[in-house]
């Protein structure tokens, strides 16, 4: 790539970062780049550490605001579209990251600001649709959000420490976490994801596949209040009546569950997008 073409690259990156992102600091790194690519004695090696101190600045840190239903953004990628080739062409993870994961972007704020809408006029109709919707978005979000930030072409390529040991614990050793891993993401039926999740209650490691990831809700997320509705958990009392069930489900809840659970789950803190 020329020096034309990087620098063209860069203020496109520049640009979307500024669209989103809401932080002085970054801010002024951003302006502080634009201005040096426009000093033609500036070498792209010196871009290249200013881009790369922003992406550091974007990286997780303590204070995490949160998301308006409606507002989520497409987070700026943290090196750029050609960054990954020759694995992973430029042309592909700009249409993935530009057209792809905005369009889950979007319809997750659609589908948020329409049940926002239709609880505030109690009119709940479309309710099957909005969260299905919701959902298919949400997880497309929340997880390429975690797949973008998981690349890097100068990352570590091999875990250690307190992720190694828990690979070893859970899967025998790394070679064949590796295995397990490869073997979900490619027999994956249809469209789908091979997931690494981290289970708080076993505490250990496991490997999901995540077929069509709106059926599996929205990933990233924590479950905090549960009801059953499959029909065993109703059916001999209160036959085809599922919504009396609901209705009447809600004189022996014990808050206490849900509110502990909140409390552990808001420990975690995710960068906001
Ligand atoms: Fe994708």
């Known amino acids: 790539m020329n020096k034309e073409e990087y620098r063209s690259q860069l203020k496109e990156w520049l640009s979307t970062i500024q669209h989103v992102w809401q932080d002085d600091k970054i801010h002024r790194k951003v302006e502080h780049l634009r201005l040096k690519m426009e000093d033609d004695h500036s070498s792209e090696q010196e871009w290249y550490e200013l881009a790369e101190s922003i992406a550091e600045d974007m990286q997780p840190h303590e204070e995490v605001r949160d998301v308006a239903a409606g507002n989520h953004q497409l987070p700026p990628l943290p090196y750029r579209y050609d960054a990954l080739e020759p694995y992973i062409s430029k042309e592909i993870m700009y249409l993935h990251h530009q057209k ?9 704020n659609q589908a948020e ?5 239709a609880r505030r006029t109690n009119d709940f109709t479309m309710i099957k649709h909005w969260e299905r919707e919701l959902a298919f978005h949400g997880a497309g979000h929340y997880l390429h959000c975690i797949f973008w930030f998981s690349m890097s072409p100068s990352g570590k390529r091999k875990p250690t420490g307190q992720m190694l040991r828990l690979i070893d614990q859970s899967f025998g050793s790394y070679e ?23 289970s708080p209650r076993s505490q250990r490691l496991d490997i999901l596949q995540a077929e ?21 958990a109703y059916y001999l009392q209160y036959r085809n009546e599922k919504a009396q069930y609901v209705d009447r489900w809600w004189n022996v809840v014990d808050w206490r569950e849900p509110e502990a659970r ?6 975690v803190k995710w960068t906001p997008f």
């Not at 792809?100 to 997750?108: E, N």
């Not at 600001?113 to 809408?117: P, R, T």
């Not at 909140?262 to 420990?267: G, I, R, S």
Request: avoid cysteine; charge should be positive.
């Open 113 to 117: 600001l329409a049940l926002k809408k």
């Open 212 to 232: 069509r990831h709106q059926f599996l809700s929205q990933w990233d997320i924590i479950p905090l209040l549960a009801l059953d509705v499959w029909e065993h």
């Open 100 to 108: 792809h994961h905005q369009t889950y972007v979007d319809g997750l």
């Open 176 to 198: 064949a976490f590796k295995s397990h891993f490869s073997a979900a993401a490619k027999q994956v039926e249809g469209v789908g994801w091979a997931i690494l999740v981290w």
């Open 262 to 267: 909140l409390k552990q789950a808001q420990q």
